[in-house]
């Protein structure tokens, strides 16, 4: 790691990564194995920790390589410990603003100003929490915002579950944890899920499933882990307590775009637009790839796989090769 004040201001590196997650890092390793000399702001903007949502979770059992499953935190630490080896400066700071009017493009972390001829945008997703008064002790002890993560330990087997939400992730993530629990309740705050059609006639018929309409959740009880969930119907106004060994939330994510102020194209749901299949962006030189592009695989090895893309279209871009 190099400390910021060793950095010379005037230099123009040839490529920055902003986020230090699956793809951020796949991105640095893949630039620092092809001599680009990569810098690495590690921190993220929302505020979020450095590695991104992987240090969030516990143990990853579907990565592939690693058949007796790693700890988020380690894995993501083992990906900067090779980006680092082969070469990447990493700059323990947020990214304040960026500038996208000409190239070299500037990018102001806390405490360094980079400029840079390409940008990797790795900056993740952040997802929406309740902020329930349980829920910071029993994070991660039975509470977690991803099944396909997390559904299958130990601590959830023929236990029953709940999932907040009501879109396709929240039905997705249901019928996912039917393979492990005993039963599944699918709390949504109103009568009818936003979810597509045909995902909203796969919950409300899935034998496991049981629906429990126009409800909040209000806390989370538990010792050590997560054993009960209080909930408030918004209808009636009545309280009532449901005995869970776990409990995900499924109410969406929120990309952390916010320090690009407009520079760089949006779909409507606030992620970053890409050509489809690709990591360009429509601003020239600029890449992105992970969560902050993709709202609908938000997985580790996805991630790194478009991490390796935008790093590979980054290369080409310096070559001047059309890409
Ligand atoms: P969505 O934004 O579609 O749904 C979020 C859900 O969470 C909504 O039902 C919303 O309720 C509920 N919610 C939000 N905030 C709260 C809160 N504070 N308390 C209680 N409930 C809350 O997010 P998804 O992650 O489900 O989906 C994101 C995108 O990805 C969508 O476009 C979706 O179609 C897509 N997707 C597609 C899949 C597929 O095709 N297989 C799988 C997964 C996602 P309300 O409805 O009342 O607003």
Redesign the pocket.
């Known amino acids: 790691m190099v400390a910021s004040a060793e950095r010379k201001e005037q230099f123009v590196e040839k490529v920055v990564i902003i986020g230090s997650g699956p793809a951020g890092c796949t991105a640095a390793i893949y630039c620092a194995r092809a001599s680009l000399k990569p810098v690495m702001f590690e921190g993220f903007v929302s505020g979020g920790p450095a590695g991104g949502q992987l240090t969030t979770t516990t143990d990853i059992e579907n990565y592939p390589g690693f058949p007796e499953g790693i700890g988020g935190m380690e894995l993501v630490m083992k990906m900067k410990e090779q980006a680092v080896k082969y070469g990447t400066t990493v700059l323990s700071e947020d990214v304040d603003s960026i500038d996208l009017s000409k190239r070299p493009f500037t990018i102001k972390g806390s405490g360094t100003t980079v400029e840079a001829m390409t940008l990797i945008i790795a900056t993740g997703a952040t997802a929406?929490r309740?902020g329930v008064p349980g829920e910071a002790k029993l994070w991660n002890r039975g509470i977690s915002a991803c099944a396909v993560c997390d559904g299958g330990l130990p601590i959830f087997r023929n236990k029953p579950l709940a999932v907040?939400?009501?879109?396709?992730?929240?039905?997705?993530e249901a019928v996912y944890l039917t393979n492990f629990a005993s039963k599944v309740y699918l709390i949504?705050?109103?009568d009818?899920?936003?979810?597509?059609a045909v995902?909203q006639k796969r919950a409300e018929t899935h034998p496991k499933i049981e629906m429990v309409w126009n409800t909040?959740?209000t806390d989370v009880k538990g010792d050590k882990l997560v054993e009960s969930l209080l909930l408030s119907n918004v209808v009636t106004g009545k309280e009532s307590e449901l005995p869970v060994s776990g409990l995900f939330y499924?109410?969406?994510?929120v990309p952390n775009t916010s320090f690009l102020n407009g520079q760089i194209e949006l779909h409507d749901?606030g992620y970053i637009k890409t050509v489809p299949g690709r990591t360009l962006t429509n601003v020239k030189g600029v890449f992105a790839c992970g969560d902050v592009q993709d709202?609908?695989y938000r997985q580790a090895i996805s991630a790194a796989g478009s991490g390796c893309m935008a790093a590979i279209d980054a290369q080409k871009c310096l070559e001047n090769i059309e890409v």
């Open positions: 929406r309740m907040i939400g009501g879109g396709d992730s929240a039905v997705e949504h705050r109103r009818k899920l936003r979810a597509s995902m909040t959740l499924a109410i969406g994510h749901n709202s609908h």
